[in-house]
């Protein structure tokens, strides 16, 4: 057992070595979001709210088809991998990286990758039991369809 954890332990290491190398360029970035998103500011949260809200009422301003959508999202993200490790150098100083920010980027790539390795590992583990056991699988809908169905006779009664 020992040896499979220290296997496992040495390819997360490898995943969170190469993610670094990967979104080096992005560190600040990531070290800024990490901030954001765990709310270390009191305004951090009403901040948030303003931009998802200010992004839907340029969507729904807009109107964009689907495929404008999506490709715009997607032009966007082009632009933004290509620009920011460009001027993320120049807009924070790269000599201003510290052993502490270091430590922070490492932790947050660490965290990516037990997360998307989890998320694998539930993907798998849904798809081997619906191979193996599909009608669990088809129980589960079955009953989330009738739960549904309760619901909305619930909402159409109480109008």
């Known amino acids: 057992v020992a040896e499979g954890d220290n296997r496992s332990t040495n390819l997360l290491a490898a995943e969170t070595s190469s993610l670094e190398e990967q979104l080096q360029g992005w560190g600040e ?3 800024i979001a990490d901030k954001v998103l765990r709310w270390e500011r009191a305004w951090f949260p009403p901040a948030i709210i303003c931009v998802i809200s200010l992004v839907f009422l340029i969507i729904y301003y807009l109107d964009p088809s689907v495929l404008s959508g999506v490709s715009c999202f997607v032009m966007f993200s082009c632009l933004a991998d290509y620009l920011v490790p460009i ?5 924070f100083g790269s000599n201003k990286w510290t052993t502490e920010q270091q430590q922070k980027f490492h932790e947050i790539c660490s965290n990516v990758v037990k997360t ?20 669990i699988i088809s129980w589960f809908c079955s009953l989330s369809r009738v739960e549904r169905m309760q619901e909305l006779k619930q909402l159409t009664f109480s109008m």
């Open 116 to 135: 998307r390795c989890r998320t694998v590992g539930w993907w798998k583990c849904l798809f081997t039991l619906k191979e193996e056991k599909p009608k």
């Open 29 to 31: 970035v990531m070290l």
């Open 87 to 91: 001027l993320v150098p120049r807009i």
